[in-house]
Every structure is written in structure tokens, then in C-alpha cells.
């Protein structure tokens, strides 16, 4: 089983792919994962089975959960319980985020 992890060879997958996100760990009890946005890029995630945790690497804009918007910026962490709407959106610069789920990506 892999131990560890270079966050740049996730990077480099996502902009070579039609996809936004890259989940590098998904075990029964956790999954962890890169996401990139790009200024106007949308969002299209729906709400998980699983709670989630989102680090801020860098980038800016607001995560939308429920029906209120939280300034995104560096190194803020936000919690989602599972099965609650949210996603990230009006970024006006790249928008570069780890997250860890509580359970297996699906």
C-alpha cells in the first residue's frame, strides 16, 4: 500500500484530464483528494454520503454551503456534513484544494 504522496503528480494528472479533481486515496474509512478550479470553471460536485473536510492550498472565491457563502483563501479549512449542498464558485484565480472524506469517494 502506497504511504506517501506527491500532491504535484495529482496536479499534473488534473491538467492533462477533462476533470477537475483527483482522488489519490479511497479507502473504506477515508478519502483524500486534489481539486483545481479555474477562474469561471464551475463546480458540478453534489452532496456526498460521507463528511468532508477542504484545506485551501491557494486561490480565492466562496464555498457555498447550504444557502451561505464562506470567503475561500490560503490555508482556511471548512467542514460539510455528509448529504448537505455545497460547492465552490466565483474564484477570480486558480483555486487549488485538498479534501478528505470521512468514508470512500463514490
Same mark, same amino acid.
Given at each position: 500500500?502506497?504511504? #506517501?504522496? #506527491?500532491?504535484?503528480?495529482?496536479? &499534473?494528472?488534473?491538467?492533462? !484530464? ?7 486515496? /479511497?479507502?473504506? !474509512? ?8 479555474? +477562474?469561471?470553471? &464551475?463546480?458540478?460536485?453534489? +452532496?456526498?454520503?460521507?463528511? &468532508?473536510?477542504?484545506?485551501? =492550498?491557494?486561490? /480565492?472565491?466562496?464555498?457555498? =454551503?447550504? /444557502?451561505?457563502?464562506? +470567503?475561500?483563501?490560503? #490555508? ?8 448537505? &449542498?455545497?460547492?465552490?464558485? !466565483? /474564484? ?15
Amino acid at each position: 500500500m502506497k504511504l #506517501d504522496f #506527491d500532491l504535484s503528480t495529482y496536479l &499534473e494528472k488534473i491538467k492533462k !484530464s477533462s476533470s477537475y479533481f483527483s482522488t489519490f486515496i /479511497n479507502k473504506d !474509512s477515508l478519502a483524500v483528494g486534489v481539486l483545481v478550479l479555474q +477562474p469561471g470553471e &464551475e463546480d458540478t460536485q453534489t +452532496p456526498h454520503t460521507s463528511d &468532508e473536510v477542504y484545506y485551501v =492550498i491557494s486561490g /480565492n472565491g466562496f464555498l457555498k =454551503i447550504k /444557502n451561505k457563502d464562506y +470567503p475561500v483563501s490560503k #490555508d482556511k479549512l471548512f467542514f460539510v456534513a455528509k448529504d448537505v &449542498e455545497h460547492f465552490f464558485h !466565483s /474564484n477570480t484565480k486558480e483555486l487549488k484544494v485538498l479534501y478528505f472524506f470521512g468514508g470512500p469517494d463514490s
